[in-house]
Nanobody, 121 residues
Framework: QVQLLESGGGLVQSGGSLRLSCAAS????????MGWYRQAPGEERELVAA???????NYADSVKGRFTISRDNSANTVYLQMNSLKREDTAVYYC???????????????WGQGTQVTVSS
């Protein structure tokens, strides 16, 4: 199987920074797109940032200029550097990866378990 393990969440004051990491492991032949999503209480899950294998990037308007997504293809890992955090960034952050399975060669989306980010004023 394929697993995504996130780390780096926590409690930070408004204006502070956090760096999230998400490492994929298991029966991986290739990872295509990777991304970060977030879900606040009572809200739907939304895209924060996404990055293709070749490095093309897309950000939600609400995080442009503050968040930076990057990836290390050799380590099957995606990162999210979050600066100038605001209270409205408080949410559970999930990573997602489009993975080609090394045995079935099927392309499926896999999700991490989520990591809590809380920004206090």
């Amino acid at each position: 199987q394929v697993q995504l393990l996130e780390s780096g969440g926590g409690l930070v004051q408004s204006g502070g920074s956090l760096r999230l990491s998400c490492a994929a492991s298991g029966r991986i032949a290739r990872i295509n797109d990777m991304g970060w999503y977030r879900q606040a209480p009572g809200e739907e899950r939304e895209l924060v940032a996404a990055i293709t294998r070749g490095g093309s990037i897309n950000y939600a308007d609400s995080v442009k200029g503050r968040f930076t997504i990057s990836r290390d293809n050799s380590a099957n890992t995606v990162y999210l550097q979050m600066n100038s955090l605001k209270r409205e960034d408080t949410a559970v952050y999930y990573c997602k990866a489009g993975v080609i399975h090394s045995i079935t060669w099927n392309l499926n989306d896999y999700w991490g378990q989520g990591t809590q980010v809380t920004v206090s004023s």
